[in-house]
């Protein structure tokens, strides 16, 4: 999604690209200035560089209705939470084939590239 398509109508309500904390509570935010050539992004297990921030851990669709905040594990406790891990939340990661069209319909999503 680029972040022209975040104005759509029927995604506005989910989405900010306002940088800071408390300007998107509750929202999905879209740094679209990291959209581009030579940008990078956080990956999986990529630690936050400021004290107090999270680690990104990868997590199963399972597991979301149980996380606190963005920030679950820090340095100090990721660890941890990985030694008691059984399963890889990301098994079918390469395999799995799940088509966008169904659930931007259901969204009332229209692409606004290609006019």
């Known amino acids: 999604m680029s972040h022209h ?8 309500p989910r989405f900010v690209a306002t940088s800071g904390a408390s300007n998107r509570v509750g929202k999905i935010f879209v740094d679209y200035l990291r959209i581009g050539r030579g940008q990078t992004t956080a990956g999986a297990f990529s630690a936050r560089s400021r004290p107090g ?6 997590v ?3 597991q979301l209705m149980t ?3 963005g920030a679950q ?4 406790t990721a660890r941890e939470y990985l030694s008691f891990q059984q399963e890889d939340p990301w098994a079918d990661y390469w395999t799995t084939r ?3 069209a169904e ?13």
């Open 5 to 12: 398509d975040a104005g759509n109508a029927a995604f506005a």
């Open 53 to 58: 921030l999270g680690v990104s851990m990868p």
């Open 60 to 62: 199963s669709w399972d």
């Open 67 to 69: 996380l606190k905040s």
């Open 73 to 76: 594990w820090r340095i100090a």
């Open 98 to 100: 799940q088509p966008l």
């Open 103 to 115: 659930a931007m319909k259901k969204l009332g999503y229209k692409p606004t590239f290609g006019k």
